[in-house]
């Protein structure tokens, strides 16, 4: 028989095809219940009508499926009937009402109860009920069961009771639920702090992205000025041409510019000023510090009577003249080849020479330079007059005095433009003569290139763009009113002109008639390759270098014999340079060799065959790929034609002029002990002294990753980057005084861009040199004559 509770709490216990779709039906005690307005599936009629009987009722189903999903529940059904017989009085039928009375029951539960009939799933079970019929072992007796009643015990009162196993399997399964319990608790707890751990990830991963756009922007903030040239002027108003150091737009920079109030050119010339004039002259120089300039130089040849002086007061490189070229550019050329020197005045040069012997033990004789002065050429007189110069009739003067000087002193190797005015003609100089020409312009982006982003080495992104417009400049306009009051070529009535707004443009002016050696046309004979010391005329070198002016200037390297994988930076990578690029390995020349500093003959021979076969290529400069070859620099010398530069510091000469004797000059090299050798060298041939206290030499062999190349692998930049530049701001900290870095290795012009970035100093390299040397042979796109060059 099946009764059912129309309210209960206990769950239903359902399986396909019982014929209940309610979820108030349950089993009590082995039968199915269904509360009032329920329905079946199933279509049979009630079985049979109530029969009393108590706990023990049978229920019999009709129809159904076997299978054994059915099997399965009808056992655990049967389990449960027994389960509940155990813990549970019998339900029984009140004789006078005929209702259903149990355990908490009542009596309007018990008015809800209505037979129903149930199938059994399977005909087994349907043959053999879950629930044996009211009798067992008398009251007061315990007799285990078999069979059907398996794993049950009689107990007082006739009552079944649970076996041990089954209450030793219930207190296991309690513990269980009270451990899922805890876990669940543990979880739950667990859970919440994900999340509030989640939320506060959140959180800062937020915090972070705006910090590092933060740091973006900020850094674009703070990023190094692009570097700027400070000048400082005469009291001397005239209209500067495109090309002189007085024009903005001679230069690929910004440039500020400071009159010094009283400063005269005759002043200039006597290399003398009085009290006033010095202590503006001192102003001058802090005004244009004060501006953010990079570097500093005069507007008049005659200042470097000031050079000592202006560099006591500046931290910044201090260049008053282009003579200041003249240590560097004597190093790259034998002793026998003359360099001339062109300037305003002959007779008004001693005081330079003077300073040069004083501050760089470097002596401008007249046996090695041939000063020429240009006072004579017809329309130059307008510089003295404050005139603008008429460059049509000046050029071809200038142009022709050279030539002349050329032809009388023949072993002139190059040339230097001591005037600041004279730079507009370098080029028709360099068409003309095809040697190489420096002048004032050069010497300037000489030191601001050691402050300059290269943009084809090294980090990017670290310096500001220079928007290539100069700044518009009047005379006088960067002084106080009660200056500029002062200022003599104010008072006498001279009006300022706006330098910048000047209308200009390239000269291409026919140059003169050349002399009969320098017009042939022919192909020039080059030297024998086999025969490298043997020496051409003076002739045939000029018809070489007439038939390669219109060549664009190519730059030659000695390399080490040995396998090298270069990349960027690398003196050994053409990428390196803003120029062609042409290699020679040196059969021989090892590393080992060249750190001796001593040549087999064998090596010496092809030392020498190695030059004569890079000029025969027609480059206009020679270096090397290792730093120690400076100690045959005598040698590359004797044998080339072209200006020789083996190691960067050739460089420190033309450095350690620009500074105050109390300041020092760090030089970074790959190893200093192996560098030692070389300091005779650098004493004889450069006016260098490796000694001297001014001079800080540190190795590299300290810095991670850095002797890695030694063993043949390739140079890890991204790895001894950190290390390096730790080192080198390491060094500064406790050295102050250093105002420059000069880096002998070729393997470090890959860092020049990090170490300007990060400690704010200029830092000369072996690209640096090269650039120098290149540029005297390189037509200046922003001024001169045009066309000329390929």
């Given amino acids: 028989m099946m009764y059912s509770y129309a309210e209960t709490a206990r769950p239903p216990l359902l399986r396909p095809g019982s014929g209940c779709r309610d979820a108030s039906a349950f089993a009590l005690g082995g039968r199915l219940m269904v509360g009032p307005g329920n329905s079946l599936t199933s279509s ?15 229920i019999q189903f009709h129809g159904g499926m076997d299978h054994s999903l059915s099997h399965r529940l009808d056992a655990l059904e049967r389990e449960v009937e027994r389960c509940k017989r155990a813990t549970l009085p019998p339900i029984h039928r009140n004789p006078s009402t005929g209702q259903l009375i149990g355990p908490g029951m009542t009596s309007g539960m018990a008015s809800h109860m209505m037979p129903m009939p149930m199938q059994w799933h399977s005909a087994h079970y349907a043959a053999t009920p879950p629930m044996p019929a009211a009798s067992g072992p008398a009251a007061g007796t315990v007799a285990a069961q078999s069979g059907d009643g398996a794993g049950l015990v009689a107990v007082s009162g006739g009552v079944a009771g649970p076996t041990a196993e089954h209450v030793k399997l219930m207190g296991l399964h309690k513990d269980l639920l009270q451990k899922l319990g805890k876990q669940r608790e543990a979880s739950q707890s667990l859970m919440k702090a994900h999340m509030e751990l989640l939320q506060e990830h959140t959180k800062r991963l937020e915090k972070k992205q705006k910090l590092a756009q933060a740091a973006v922007v900020s850094k674009k903030a703070q990023k190094k000025k692009h570097p700027t040239l400070g000048v400082i002027r005469l009291d001397y108003d005239y ?81 008053m003249s282009s003579m200041c070229q003249c240590p560097l550019i ?54 003295a007059k404050g005139e603008a110069v008429p460059l049509e009739e000046v050029q071809p003067g200038i142009v022709k005095l050279a030539l002349k000087t050329l032809e009388n002193n023949p072993s002139i190797a190059s040339i230097l433009l001591e005037c600041t005015e004279l730079p507009p003609y370098a080029d028709a100089l360099r068409a003309a003569t095809c040697l190489p020409v420096w002048d004032a312009v050069t010497a300037a982006d000489f030191y601001v290139s050691a402050y300059k982003d290269n943009p084809r080495v090294g980090i990017g992104g670290w310096q500001e763009k220079w928007n290539n417009k ?58 024998d390759p086999t025969h490298p010391l043997s020496t051409a005329s003076k002739e045939k070198r000029k018809v070489q270098r007439v038939l390669k002016k219109l060549a664009a200037p190519s730059l030659g390297v000695l390399c080490l014999d040995y396998d090298k994988n270069a990349q960027l930076g690398d003196v050994d990578c053409e990428g390196s340079f803003g120029y062609q690029v042409i290699f020679r390995r040196v059969k021989g020349l090892t590393y080992q060799i060249a750190k001796s500093g001593s040549l087999p003959e064998a090596v010496r021979k092809e030392f020498a065959t190695a030059i004569k076969w890079l000029e025969n290529q ?107 530049v730790s080192m080198v701001q390491e060094i500064i900290f406790k050295q102050p005084t250093i105002r420059a870095i000069c880096s002998e290795s070729a393997l470090l012009p890959a860092f020049s861009d990090a170490l300007r970035d990060a400690t704010g100093l ?23 004559l045009n066309g000329w060059q390929e």
Wanted: proline fraction near 7%.
């Fill in 330 to 383: 004597a190093a790259a050329f034998e002793e026998s080849d003359q360099i001339m020197i062109m300037t305003a005045n002959d007779v008004s040069l001693g005081p330079q020479k003077d300073v040069l012997l004083e501050t760089c033990g470097f002596n401008v004789n007249a046996k090695r330079f041939v000063i020429v002065g240009c006072q004579d050429v017809p329309g130059f007189d307008a510089v």
């Fill in 44 to 58: 049979s009629s009630w079985a049979e009508p109530f029969q009393g009987g108590g706990w023990h009722d049978q």
């Fill in 618 to 724: 027609g480059v206009h400069g020679i270096t090397s790929d290792c730093g120690f070859m400076m100690c045959f620099q005598i040698l590359g010398r004797e044998v080339a034609k072209v200006p020789i530069f083996l190691s960067a510091m050739i460089q420190s000469p033309m450095i350690s002029v620009a500074f105050d004797k109390y300041d020092k000059i760090l030089i970074l090299t790959g190893n200093k002990e192996a560098m030692m050798p070389m300091k005779n060298v650098f004493l004889k041939h450069c006016g260098f002294d490796v000694d001297d206290y001014r001079f800080l030499i540190h190795g590299c062999d300290t810095v991670p990753k850095w002797n890695e190349v030694n063993e043949g692998k390739m140079m890890d930049i991204p790895a001894v980057k950190p290390g390096l």
């Fill in 470 to 527: 100069p700044e518009d400049y009047r005379f006088g306009q960067n002084l106080i009113d009660e200056d500029r009051a002062r200022l003599k070529f104010a008072a006498s009535g001279t009006q300022s002109r706006n330098i910048t707004r000047m209308k200009t443009k390239p000269i291409d002016i026919s140059m003169p008639d050349l002399p009969p050696f320098m017009g042939i046309e022919q192909e020039a004979p080059f030297t």
């Fill in 762 to 784: 200029p830092v000369f390299d072996v690209i640096t040199l090269s650039d120098f040397f290149i540029s005297a042979r390189k037509d200046n796109p922003r001024f001169g």
């Fill in 239 to 319: 209209p500067p041409a495109l090309g002189d150091i007085d024009h903005p737009a001679s230069y690929g920079y910004n440039v500020i510019f400071r009159v010094i109030p009283g400063f005269t050119f005759e002043m200039a010339q006597k290399g003398q000023f009085d009290e006033r004039v010095e202590r503006d002259f001192a102003e001058g120089i802090k005004f244009l510090e004060q501006k953010g300039v990079h570097a500093i130089t005069g507007d008049c040849g005659f200042m470097m009577a000031f050079q000592v002086l202006a560099r006591k007061i500046a931290s910044a490189p201090v260049f």
